[in-house]
């Protein structure tokens, strides 16, 4: 069984354009996270998805970052304008039921901004 | 924010001898996990223990819980050089059922 992907591995853009990653869940799961992780710190929690709902996004910067998960399976996260603070790597996970199961991550998206 | 912390942050220790990483959070969790971290991956489960465990053990692995503490301390014994790597703690908080992650403990062993 395929795990969780995302794509891409690496994104360098200059600040202020568009930036979008992808991730595809492992089948069936229904939790789907994307975390936020600079270097040296643990995974920050921009958004958590059931299903298509996205029910905690209070972590997500609403004014440049917008999320989506198209009938409850692949999700994308995108960042319009980016600014040079974005440079980070960005994670997706996936678990049956929330926290009450383990989380399998991707590999990430390491942002860089230019 | 950031609901437990790891300590120490950074740990250097021979191949063979144990490992000890302990960490603390703030409110009450449904349950507590540890994932691992190999520089420039992703993270991987290692184990989880539930509020009302008090050890569990996979393996190499044995993990204690004390919730009176708000503390938890994993152990890896006999340490290989392949177990280098970040490891993480995350608390499954009762509302919102989500996972918050701590900033980690960097573990170095040495061959």
């Known amino acids: 069984e395929a795990g969780v992907v995302q794509s891409p591995r690496y994104k360098i853009i200059e600040k202020k354009q568009p930036v979008a990653f992808w991730c595809n869940p492992i089948s069936g799961h229904n939790t789907l996270y994307w975390y936020l992780q600079n270097l040296g710190q643990g995974p920050e929690l921009l958004i958590r998805?059931?299903?298509?709902?996205?029910?905690?996004d209070s972590q997500l910067p609403k004014d440049r970052f917008s999320a989506e998960r198209l009938k409850g399976v692949d999700s994308t996260l995108k960042i319009q304008p980016a600014e040079l603070g974005d440079s980070a790597v960005y994670l997706c996970?996936?678990?049956?039921?929330?926290?009450?199961?383990?989380?399998?991550f991707g590999q990430g998206t390491r942002l860089t901004v230019v | 924010s950031q609901q437990g912390e790891e300590d120490p942050q950074a740990l250097s220790i021979q191949e063979g001898e144990n490992a000890t990483m302990n960490c603390s959070y703030k409110?009450?969790?449904?349950?507590l996990q540890w994932y691992r971290q190999n520089s420039g991956r992703g993270l991987v489960h290692l184990i989880l223990?539930?509020?009302?465990?008090r050890e569990k053990h996979s393996g190499r692995l044995r993990v204690t819980l004390d919730t009176s503490k708000k503390s938890s301390s994993l152990l890896i014994t006999a340490s290989r050089a392949a177990d280098t790597a970040s490891y993480f703690c995350?608390?499954?908080?009762?509302?919102?059922?989500?996972?918050?992650f701590g900033a980690g403990t960097i573990l170095r062993v040495k061959s």
């Open positions: 998805y059931e299903n298509e709902e996205a029910v905690d």
């Open positions: 409110t009450s969790i449904n349950n």
């Open positions: 223990i539930r509020s009302n465990e």
């Open positions: 995350a608390t499954a908080v009762p509302y919102g059922n989500k996972l918050v």
């Open positions: 996970a996936s678990s049956l039921s929330g926290g009450d199961t383990e989380a399998f």
